[in-house]
């Protein structure tokens, strides 16, 4: 019964990848092969196989798209409707998202390998209510009359940008995709969305369905392709006026190069993170505490930007600790993604494969001590698998304390005191997420103030919803994404003075 249930997922896809994935670009609300003809393959990272081909957009597909997309801007199609109009739309591009919730999971797990399970109740549903909270948000949101004590009125309005382009990472294609077309879209504005190269098919869907939901023709364009290629081009575009980005700092770096190159764009960088979650012993459930720091740091494989990848335990505790994380991890072994009870999947391509491994090599070469997995995992599926990997006794200096690893790797940090566990937190590049444990409320107050981050997790690392904002500080970004905040992206304030 089990075995059966679990083959459905494969007969699924197999079906869709027989029916073939449709990877042209979608501009001016029509599917185009890449100007030049060329193609890449996409290929699962569960066995290895060619799943689809898709278009590689380079200059000439972005210049058409954003084209299509500053036409559907100028004539007002989309940001001339009044918000209830837009909101109406969105609303049903949501629903055809949830309808269509079995195929763009699949997709999603077939392109990058996280498993079914997750993409099925926690991509879709997310992305889905991500598009729809900003639709039902976008009529309710008032413009103001600055309380300027002149007899003129001063009225501060906003007002969409224009044209966004929106560069997403691999590891939540679906989701990263809306975080940045919910508010760019309910606000009026036109998109260019570049996916990345790695996992491309579950927008090139998206813009489908909201087609289909009704959103005008060009209001909402995909260009696959690879990011020095169709990447570069958007975000050096002349007439983009604004990169929502999401991904690496190092790409965020070149992000802002590109906007000082070319138009001044407005940058809004979402980037890495190396997060601290610290453990101190006052805290009464380290079972709940373990599992938490396992399940959070394992969860889309550990490629999450928010993956509490530090763990500070405090010394009096820590032996006991990390006897329960080393007897925890086997729960996250690697299986297949297509069977509906795996927890952990494959990473997203042989290239992360071999940066864990290396990772890992640099862990055990700088002294750290390996106390669950370490290894690769189901190579005789073809696919990218690792074996979910603690560390003990890291040192906040060696390379995997430093360095985002984007994979199943956990370092386990001891500190002594409450002063050691804010510097050694905060003593990274990056200041995305941060959690800690303790029963002591004005401790939990005092650090969570200390600690340089977006988002501070107390007594759990799991919360999440659309209505708080994300993002980080220090190399890990500026500006957030979620939550009203998002709209100061992808809006301008305009000021209009009018003597009466
Ligand atoms: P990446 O920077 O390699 O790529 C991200 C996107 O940028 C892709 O679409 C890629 O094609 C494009 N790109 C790459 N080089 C480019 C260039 N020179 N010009 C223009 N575009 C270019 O990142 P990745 O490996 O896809 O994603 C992983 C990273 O994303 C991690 O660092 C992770 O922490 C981060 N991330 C951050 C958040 C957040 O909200 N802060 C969320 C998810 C992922």
Known sequence: MTENFNRIWHQHAADLIQRGIDGRMVIDGRRWNAADGSLFDCISPIDGKVIARVARGKAADINRAVASARAAFADRRWAGQPPAARKKVLV???????????????????????????????????????????????????????????????????????????????????????????????????????????????????????????????????????????????????????????????????????????????????????????????????????????????????????????????????????????????????????????????????????????????????????????CRALQETGGQYVAPTVFDGVKNSMKIAREEIFGPVLSVIRFKTEEEAIALANDSAYGLHAGVWSRNIDRAVRVSRALQAGTVHVNQYDEDDITVPFGGVKQSGNGRDKSLHAFDKYTELKTTWIRI
């Not at 700092?249 to 070319?262: D, H, N, Q, V």
């Open 92 to 374: 049903a591009f949501a629903e055809a998202m949830r309808d269509a919730r079995d195929e763009l999971a699949l997709l999603e797990t077939l392109d990058m390998g996280k498993p079914i399970k997750n993409s099925l109740s926690t991509d879709v549903v997310a992305a889905a209510r991500c598009i729809q909270w900003y639709g039902e948000a976008v009529d309710k949101i008032y413009d103001e009359i600055a309380p300027t004590g002149s007899s003129a009125l001063a009225l501060v309005t906003r007002e969409a940008m224009g044209v966004v382009g929106a560069i997403v990472p691999w590891n939540y294609p679906m989701l990263m995709a809306s975080w940045k077309l919910g508010p760019a879209l309910a606000a009026g504005n036109s998109v260019v969305l570049k996916p990345s190269e790695k996992s491309p098919l579950t927008a090139l869907r998206l813009a489908e369905l909201a087609l289909e939901a009704g959103l005008p023709e060009g209001v909402f364009n995909v260009v696959p392709g690879f990011g020095h290629e169709a990447g570069e081009a958007l975000a050096l575009h002349m007439d983009v006026d604004a990169i929502g980005f999401t991904g690496s700092t190092r790409t965020g770096r070149r992000m802002l190069e590109y906007a000082s190159r070319s138009n001044l764009k407005r940058v809004y960088n979402e980037l890495g993170g190396k997060s601290a979650n610290i453990v101190f012993a006052d805290f009464d459930d380290l079972d709940r505490a373990a599992s938490t720091a396992i399940g959070s740091m394992f969860y889309n494989q550990g490629e999450s930007c928010n993956a509490p990848s530090r763990l500070l335990v405090q010394e009096s505790i820590a032996d006991a600790f990390v006897e329960k994380l080393a007897a925890l991890t086997p729960q996250y072994h690697p299986a297949d993604p297509l069977d509906a009870s795996t927890v952990l999947g494959a990473l997203v391509d042989e290239t992360q494969t071999q940066t864990v491994l290396g990772y890992i090599q640099a862990g055990i070469d700088e002294g750290a001590k390996c106390v669950a997995g370490g």
